[in-house]
């Protein structure tokens, strides 16, 4: 299969708990994005990357999340401290092109007790 | 402040018949239009777009339809089928400089009825 793929697909943590996602796009996109879904809504932007370089960040991304794409491939979305509503389905997606079509991966649903 | 609304929450339609899924936006700066459709548990799935040099795009089953002067687009489904139950959800972009991310609206709950 030659989708976005994201790890872990569940996990469910304790208030004040890391956690760290991870998201493979496919491979010849170079954008990656990271967005988040809680209930009732659309996806929310969160941040994207063109190669290894973060290009924008949405306000919703408090100094508790940190993404980084180290080489250009694979991304990670680290939230710190957690809090209950940091609860969500977190989507990760790539395109090929800037302003392109993109297509999202299965999601990491986090649960925050 | 949404500026991407699909105000029908759910939207309940016979098999065999047309599906009209609406979305309405508020930003004259978005130029390019998305549709996905989502199943439980599972990321949202690419069906169409529509750049708005155009006013139509068609793809099988799937037409979207869009009326800049109104701010509004339409996905048509024909016919429906029982697959087609899911949460659709409008998506929209600028083609200028600046943000990347898509805008979405809160989704359309399509219920196939046998």
């Known amino acids: 299969d030659t989708g976005v793929s994201q790890d872990p697909r569940h996990k469910i943590t304790k208030r004040g708990q890391n956690v760290t996602f991870r998201c493979d796009p496919i491979s010849e996109h170079n954008r990656l994005y990271w967005y988040r879904q809680t209930l009732g809504q659309g996806p929310e932007f969160l941040t994207y990357f063109q190669n290894e370089a973060q290009l924008e960040k949405s306000r919703l991304l408090s100094d508790r999340f940190s993404a980084e794409r180290p080489k250009g491939s694979f991304s990670t979305l680290e939230i710190q401290r957690t809090e209950q509503g940091d609860s969500a389905m977190y989507l990760c997606?790539?395109?090929?092109?800037?302003?392109?079509?993109?297509?999202f991966g299965p999601g990491t649903r986090l649960l925050v007790l | 402040d949404q500026q991407v609304k699909q105000n029908s929450p759910s939207l309940s339609v016979q098999e065999g018949r047309i599906s009209i899924l609406n979305c309405d936006y508020t930003?004259?700066?978005?130029?390019?239009f998305l549709w996905y459709k989502k199943y439980p548990a599972e990321g949202p799935t690419f069906l169409i777009s529509i750049s708005s040099i155009k006013d139509k795009n068609e793809d099988g089953r799937f037409t979207v339809f869009l009326n800049k002067s109104a701010k509004h687009l339409s996905l048509h489904i024909v016919p429906s089928q029982p697959g087609d139950s899911a949460v659709y959800f409008c998506a929209a972009s600028f083609s200028g400089g600046g943000a990347d991310g898509l805008t979405f609206g809160k989704g359309t709950h399509l219920i196939i009825q046998p």
């Open positions: 997606a790539s395109s090929l092109v800037a302003k392109g079509t993109q297509y």
């Open positions: 930003n004259s700066m978005f130029d390019y």
